[in-house]
């Protein structure tokens, strides 16, 4: 294929013949060259300024690209622009809340068309409140019903039976009790919140009472201080000159919790243990045994003991000894289940 060589370029100045191009299909042969004509050019292609500076704001192929993939809305168009300027921005939620009387419109209904319905049944729906009395069957009393009731309520139970009647009417406890039928006992859950009845006519339980017993549920404690009382202690072997023990406790059902304090003076013959007897009317359910302390002369600790079916403490050294002397003071607690 020949070649096309440029050896020759003139610029026609404005309104002349338009340039031309020498080609020589074969320059070695010397063949004659021959001329086509382009066209008018003003001037070489370097100096187009502004065909320069239009082509080098054209988008590249990779800005085209994006572009393209950019869906945020490049071009700010408004809602306003697109014709949905009267739409509010709503989310799903505020969504469902706004479109719900569109979904469910409200429907007023008239008591005419109410078609599957007595016409008492309409008017207890849609008719004033003496209306709906009438139509329920009750009589004037019963219109409280619908629009306040009154001291005791007793309209409300004028269409009821007779003892129904008497429940919300009787002036008294005891017409209430017959009305129930309810024994005597019975009585007194009209007359006072502070007793139960177990059964019709049974034996009833005094909440007001102080303290509840325990065969009723109860403690047996009102809440008082500890209780206190003095007993002589003796020992097993021998005889203590002089010697006081004082208990302080709290019964509650049958579990006592108590304090013991032993004072001996003077020991005199005393030996291998002493025992102190338990406040009137205990009496031990099992065997038991306790730890305390000799908390005036020897700090040694002591051991101490309840037999079943006991009314003493005997009380030893820790090491099973005795544990007496002139001036001790014997002292220990804990807990006794009581028979």
Not at 146 to 166: D, K, M, S
Not at 208 to 222: N, R, W, Y
Not at 278 to 283: A, D, F, K, L, Q
Not at 315 to 332: A, E, F, I, K, P
Request: aromatic residues 6%; glycine residues 12%; neutral net charge.
């Amino acid at each position: 294929m020949a070649d096309l060589n440029v050896t020759n370029f003139s610029v026609a100045p404005p309104g002349s013949f338009p340039a031309t191009v020498e080609r020589k299909t074969d320059p070695a042969g010397g063949v004659t060259p021959t001329f086509v004509q382009w066209g008018a050019i003003t001037g070489n292609i370097l100096n187009q300024i502004d065909l320069q500076q239009a082509l080098a704001l054209k988008a590249g192929v990779a800005e085209l690209n994006a572009h393209i993939a950019d869906h945020a809305n490049p071009h700010a168009v408004t809602k306003a622009q697109v014709g949905l300027g009267n739409v509010e921005n709503l989310s799903p939620a505020e969504l469902a809340v706004a479109i719900q009387p569109i979904i469910n419109p409200l429907v007023t209904i008239t008591a005419s068309q109410i078609t599957d319905s007595s016409a008492n049944g309409r008017t207890v729906l849609t008719g004033t409140a003496s209306q709906g009395r009438t139509a329920l069957g009750a009589n004037a009393s019963g219109s409280t019903i619908f629009t306040g009731a009154t001291a005791n309520g007793a309209t409300i139970a004028t269409g009821a039976t007779a003892p129904g009647v008497a429940i919300a009417t009787a002036a008294t406890a005891a017409a209430q009790r017959t009305a129930l039928g309810s024994g005597s006992i019975g009585d007194a859950i009209f007359q006072s919140s502070t007793f139960i009845t177990t059964s019709q006519g049974g034996t009833g339980i005094n909440l007001a009472s102080t303290p509840l017993p325990v065969a009723q549920g109860g403690t047996g404690d009102a809440g008082t201080q500890w209780s206190t009382q003095t007993v002589t202690p003796v020992s097993s072997t021998g005889a203590l000159t002089s010697a006081s023990a004082v208990w302080r406790f709290k019964v509650i059902g049958k579990t006592a919790f108590f304090n013991l304090n032993v004072s001996i003076t003077t020991n005199g013959t005393a030996g291998t243990n002493i025992v102190v007897p338990m406040p009137t009317g205990w009496t031990a359910k099992t065997t038991s045994g306790f730890g305390g302390r000799e908390t005036a002369v020897t700090g040694l600790s002591i051991n101490a003991q309840v037999l079943a079916a006991g009314t003493d403490l005997v009380l030893v050294r820790y090491d099973g000894t005795y544990l007496g002397g002139n001036g001790y003071n014997l002292s220990l607690c804990g807990v006794i289940e009581l028979t």
